[in-house]
């Protein structure tokens, strides 16, 4: 699989997702960069951009857990629902340490990784290592 070319940041606070951006566009890993302030904005994203398998669809998702309108947690269940792209999506949710029952919950969801707040230089290259190396699945 290749590096992601098209990456969507989901997070009701403007401030982690500048600073995310900012971690992705130091790295350099993708081309496009696409902010939703909750889950219901980034399933019309998803909507918008993943008719077809093409750029423009996103092949990382950032999540976070708590937020307004509609929570990761909601946004994966209806994920789930969605037909199928041509390509995984991989969603890493950005989280706080989270009670048992809600890691419980969280693993039954297409959920790709579960990762602590916030998101680093070595967190993105750990996920890129891991899920979008050379030989990798995908």
Same mark, same amino acid.
């Given at each position: 699989? !290749? ?51 093409? !750029? ?11 937020? !307004? ?27 706080? !340490? ?41």
């Amino acid at each position: 699989m !290749p590096t992601p070319t098209f990456t969507l940041l989901v997070d009701d606070d403007q401030t982690t997702n500048y600073l995310n951006q900012r971690t992705l566009e130091k790295l350099a890993v993708t081309d496009k960069v696409l902010v939703a302030r909750n889950g219901q904005q980034a399933l019309e994203q998803l909507a918008a951009h993943s008719q077809h398998t093409t !750029p423009d669809c996103p092949a990382l998702i950032f999540l976070d857990m708590n937020m !307004p309108v509609m929570s990761g947690l909601e946004f994966l269940e209806a994920y789930q629902q969605l037909p199928r792209i041509g390509h995984a999506i991989i969603i890493v949710m950005l989280t706080t !340490p989270l009670l048992p029952e809600k890691m419980r919950r969280l693993r039954q969801l297409p959920v790709t990784d579960i990762l602590n707040k916030p998101l680093t230089v070595e967190k993105v290259a750990g996920v890129l290592k891991t899920y979008f190396a050379p030989g990798q699945p995908g």
